[in-house]
């Protein structure tokens, strides 16, 4: 019974400082060299024995951590994941990365940033953040992101919930939708609506 308790004690010591595993979930040309990168979820315990999954780039022997362990501005710990995306049309793609609470809700803070890699670090193109300090808002969300093609050519398209203050998590009072194009340098809001919800 002894030698059963401590083989149950062992397991968990080991699962409580189990190292970080890489998995590789796809390649991508990223920067101007031939050869592809490789985008990695490294997946670590945290946040109460949660696992956390962060996004990494290969190349070569170099290695980017794009993101963090906790969510930006707060203390959740991040489940993060990555896509290809080609919005500068110069035949290299970025990386559309969503960072997310781990374990949280529809309503949970989440990040969304576009992230180009130009074969010695990391560039964030756009970065759509949880924010209080939004004009008239006490509070706005991310929620979710796509490229889309408009007339005027591929845009992100990035969608937040608006809180004024006395709204309840369920009801934001309004919907922002922006859009972002390349314009050659970097990327630019280009539209911009928000929808009272009903
Ligand atoms: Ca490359």
């Known amino acids: 019974m ?3 308790l401590l083989g149950v004690a062992a397991v968990t010591a080991l699962a409580a400082t189990a190292s970080a595993a890489d998995r590789t979930a796809f390649t991508a040309q990223l920067d101007g060299d031939a050869a592809r990168e490789r985008v990695v979820l490294r997946t670590s315990t945290c946040d109460g024995g949660r ?20 969510v930006p501005g707060y203390t959740y710990g991040a489940t993060a994941g990555a896509r290809a995306v080609d919005l500068r049309g110069d035949g290299t793609r970025q990386l559309l990365v969503t960072i997310n609470t781990v374990g949280g809700t529809g309503s949970s803070p989440r990040v969304i940033a576009l992230i180009a890699w130009t074969g010695t670090k990391a560039r964030t193109l756009v970065r759509v953040a949880p924010s209080t300090r939004a004009r ?6 991310p929620v979710s992101s796509d490229v889309v093609a408009t007339p005027g050519g591929r845009v992100l398209r990035t969608r937040e919930l608006l809180y004024r203050p006395g709204d309840i998590t369920a009801s934001p009072s309004a919907t922002r939708v922006r859009d972002w194009r390349w314009d ?5 809001m280009v539209h911009t609506r928000v929808t009272e919800n009903g």
């Open 51 to 70: 696992a956390c999954r962060q996004v990494v780039v290969r190349d070569g022997r170099r290695t980017g951590v794009l993101t963090p362990r906790l």
């Open 184 to 188: 050659g340098r970097r990327m630019v």
């Open 136 to 141: 008239g808002y006490s509070l706005t969300l």
């Open 2 to 4: 002894r030698h059963l």
